[in-house]
């Protein structure tokens, strides 16, 4: 069940790197406004704001590094947990989708991690 748990944590923490590189550097190219659906326009004016919350997802999958790193379970559920809590609000307030594509895999990661 530890290379399990290791496996998810580290997949949850690619995917956050993932949407840094998303956010902070392809928001306004191809991949990034196909990916979130954005115009030109719409991808221009709310460049910042999405380097900003990619910087976030930056800390959240650097978290979970350092809890693995560290072999500290507890670094590792905080940092899940923040995860679970972000997808859950971004499907909320966002898109339906996040919480498949964020909030999912963190949960079943923690889940893991707490067994």
């Known amino acids: 069940m530890d290379w399990l748990s290791t496996a998810l944590v580290l997949l949850v923490a690619?995917?956050?790197?993932y949407f840094l590189v998303l956010e902070m550097f392809l928001w306004d190219k191809p991949k990034g406004m196909r990916t979130f659906g954005l115009t030109p326009e719409k991808a221009a004016m709310t460049k910042v704001l999405a380097a900003n919350q990619g910087l976030y997802n930056g800390?959240?999958?650097a978290g979970l590094l350092w809890g693995l790193y560290l072999s500290d379970l507890s670094i590792q559920r905080f940092f899940l947990t923040c995860v679970v809590v972000a997808g859950v609000y971004g499907a909320a307030t966002v898109n339906r989708r996040i919480l498949f594509v964020q909030a999912m895999p963190a949960a079943l990661a923690l889940?893991?991690?707490?067994?």
């Not at 889940?111 to 067994?115: A, E, G, T």
């Open 111 to 115: 889940l893991i991690v707490w067994l």
């Open 14 to 17: 690619f995917l956050h790197f």
């Open 59 to 61: 800390f959240l999958a």
